[in-house]
């Protein structure tokens, strides 16, 4: 998840002057005609290489595959401006350890800090329960993404691992990866 401490404290702030921070967010299940707004917000994070472990040229077409398909379940948060965030569901492991689900998300950078990262997580960990996941866990938060942890963590996930120099970050070098889990 690409987070800055902004997006982790919900405040507006000056760098994001098209979504107001009384607009409505509503989160509904990601369609087809979604695809070329959450590749907008997806290419970005994925080229610069600082937050998920996907190839920093990944396609188009390969980058929405990721996203919405196979077991994914993909969310899509629209504000008066448009799609302003993302986020997936899937199960994290198959047979004896499927009550185990992950989930990803990404806020455009516009909408930063507008609370949108905390209303998709809540959704989702909402569908997780209803969909009868007893536990969700993020395998491999880069540790320089320190917004994403401060929300993982405000929201009851705890790291119960971390993979030394596990993570290749452009500007800072090898750096930890997390492993944070939650029971639901």
């Not at 005609?33 to 920093?56: C, H, K, N, S």
């Not at 196979?70 to 994290?92: K, M, R």
Request: with cysteine.
């Amino acid at each position: 998840m690409e987070l800055s401490e902004d997006d982790v404290n919900a405040k507006p702030s000056g760098a994001c002057p098209a979504l107001k921070k009384e607009s409505a967010v509503l989160i509904r299940p990601a369609t087809p005609q979604d695809t070329d707004a959450i590749w907008a917000m997806l290419e970005p994070v994925f080229r610069a290489g600082e937050t998920y472990a996907i190839p920093t040229d990944i396609s188009k077409e390969d980058t929405l595959d990721y996203w919405l398909g196979g077991s994914h379940q993909a969310w899509v948060a629209e504000a008066d401006i448009g799609i302003v965030g993302t986020g997936y569901l899937c199960p994290n492991h198959k047979g004896n350890a499927d009550h185990i689900c992950n989930a990803g998300f990404v806020t455009a950078a516009e909408a930063r800090g507008r609370g949108v990262a905390q209303g998709l997580l809540n959704h989702i960990l909402a569908e997780a329960r209803m969909a009868g996941f007893r536990a969700m866990q993020f395998n491999f938060v880069v540790s320089t993404n320190t917004g994403a942890i401060a929300l993982w963590q405000r929201n009851g996930f705890e790291i119960v691992g971390t993979l030394a120099r596990a993570f290749r970050h452009p500007e800072a070098g090898l750096v930890d990866a997390h492993v944070m889990y939650q029971l639901l």
